[in-house]
């Protein structure tokens, strides 16, 4: 574990001696109410850049609970952008992954810090790893485009830019495309049959 857990147990007792239940109820509240406070602020200052407040904002909302995936998972993020400290932020966004492995967010803030470590190769595995467990998500699709992942050119003793690189390449992909759509119907058919 990474930090020690600040709420109470709820698969414990509901209450502790002395405790009545709509209290313990209340408190339970309180806390859910301080954890989603700190991380909505964190997140808000992480999206306008400042790092420092989104890290200070979304320590907290570990504090308050550390089993929650997008807490840990944007505390990584934070943690890498403001200090850096590429090994506890990846430890976090992987902590965020082994407890909820469908949601395409989580899989584009441990990509954001393996780039930020300058490490491209686990973060090309990871937003890949994350298509097969979020059904291709376009959020992770259109990450992996922002990278610049493309296919070699059609001619390669010509630049990319050239007009037959451009239109076979074209051609290539309305191709291959056409291919998955023909694959597509008759694997369909195969079923019906």
């Known amino acids: ?7 109470p147990n709820y698969n414990a007792s509901p209450y502790s001696p002395g405790m009545t239940e709509g209290t313990w109820r209340k408190a339970v509240h309180m806390i859910q109410t301080e954890l989603m ?3 909505k602020t964190g997140l808000a200052a992480l999206r306008e850049g400042h790092v420092k407040s989104a890290l200070v904002h979304l320590r907290k909302a570990v504090e308050y609970d550390n089993a929650n995936p997008f807490c840990l998972s944007y505390y990584g993020l ?6 850096h400290d590429w090994a ?3 430890d976090c966004c992987l902590a965020a992954l082994r407890l909820e492995r469908n949601q395409a967010h989580l899989y584009l803030n441990l990509g954001e810090v393996y780039r930020r470590a300058g490490e491209l190769d686990n973060a090309l595995a ?3 790893n994350g298509l097969q467990y979020t ?3 376009p959020l992770l699709v259109r990450a992996l485009e ?3 992942i493309r296919r070699q050119p059609v001619l390669s003793f010509l630049d990319r830019k050239h007009f037959l690189n451009r239109h076979l390449g074209d051609l290539r992909h309305r191709l291959d495309h056409r291919q998955d759509r023909l694959s597509a119907l008759e694997k369909l058919r195969m079923a019906r049959g």
């Open 135 to 137: 059904r291709w998500d």
């Open 37 to 39: 406070g700190e991380f």
């Open 126 to 128: 990871t937003l890949y």
């Open 88 to 90: 506890t932020a990846e």
């Open 146 to 148: 922002e990278l610049g």
């Open 1 to 7: 574990m990474l930090f020690k857990p600040f709420l």
């Open 78 to 83: 934070a943690l890498a952008k403001a200090e």
